[in-house]
């Protein structure tokens, strides 16, 4: 069975950096665009950032030029690097992956099961 199995968060002060993994697990042959939501209490889960299979990466505006999205075919990884993290990054960070080619054949949407993410003032 495939999953996403999410690490790296945790507490951390306002202008510090966290580094989030997300690790592809089961018999995979090829994994599509992957990325990162988030979602803060009361708010709706949004993207935070997305890489493609060729290494075409996007983020919201408020994360641009703070966060890095990137990814390692052979680990089955795609990483998160967090810089000069604001009190408003405070949230779940999930992963996901649109499409994999798995020993079972293709599965698509894949999400993990999230990793907190604590920013004090």
């Known amino acids: 069975q495939v999953q996403l199995v999410e690490s790296g968060g945790g507490l951390v002060q306002a202008g510090g950096s966290l580094r989030l993994s997300c690790v592809a697990s089961?018999?995979?042959?090829?994994?599509?665009?992957m990325g990162w939501y988030r979602q803060a209490p009361g708010k709706q889960r949004e993207l935070v950032a997305a890489?493609?299979?060729?290494?075409?990466?996007t983020y919201a505006d408020s994360v641009k030029g703070r966060f890095t999205i990137s990814r390692d075919n052979g680990k089955k990884t795609v990483y998160l690097q967090m810089n000069s993290l604001k009190p408003e990054d405070t949230a779940i960070y999930y992963c996901?992956?649109?499409?994999?080619?798995?020993?079972?054949?293709?599965?698509?949407?894949?999400w993990g099961q999230g990793t907190q993410v604590t920013v004090s003032s």
């Open positions: 089961g018999i995979i042959f090829t994994i599509g665009d």
């Open positions: 890489i493609t299979s060729g290494d075409y990466t």
């Open positions: 996901t992956v649109d499409r994999m080619t798995t020993n079972r054949g293709h599965q698509y949407n894949i």
